[in-house]
Nanobody, 120 residues
């Protein structure tokens, strides 16, 4: 019954910025962790950033300082603000809601993904 839809993906030049949003349709339990994952061509899916129910955040080391994850309660959206983008950030980005944060799991709720392409 829960649907997650990502938006904001696109193509940018290295050093640019993008703002990804995830709009859940349906109720998301307050104790669930909201996270962004990504999967680049030829690579396994990996966690990028997460924000837990208590507001604590976690980031993949390579994006720390460049990406910021946040919850906009008023607008009922999950946001990933990305700056200083690098070509290695190119991937399909997925919004995920689960009781875990940075673990890749087949359970939980996943969005269909949005493409982010960073060119040199």
């Amino acid at each position: 019954q829960v649907q997650l839809v990502e938006s904001g993906g696109g193509s940018v030049v290295a050093g640019g910025s993008l703002r990804l949003s995830c709009a859940p349709a349906g109720y998301i339990y307050d104790n669930m962790c909201m996270a962004w994952f990504r999967q680049a061509p030829g690579k396994e899916r990996e966690a990028v950033a997460a924000v837990d129910s208590d507001g604590s955040t976690s980031y993949k080391d390579s994006v720390k300082g460049r990406f910021t994850i946040s919850r906009d309660i008023a607008k009922n959206t999950l946001v990933l603000q990305m700056s200083s983008l690098k070509p290695e950030d190119t991937a399909i980005y997925y919004c995920r809601a689960d009781w875990t944060c940075m673990d890749v799991t087949p359970m939980g709720y996943w969005g269909p993904g949005t493409q982010v392409t960073v060119s040199t």
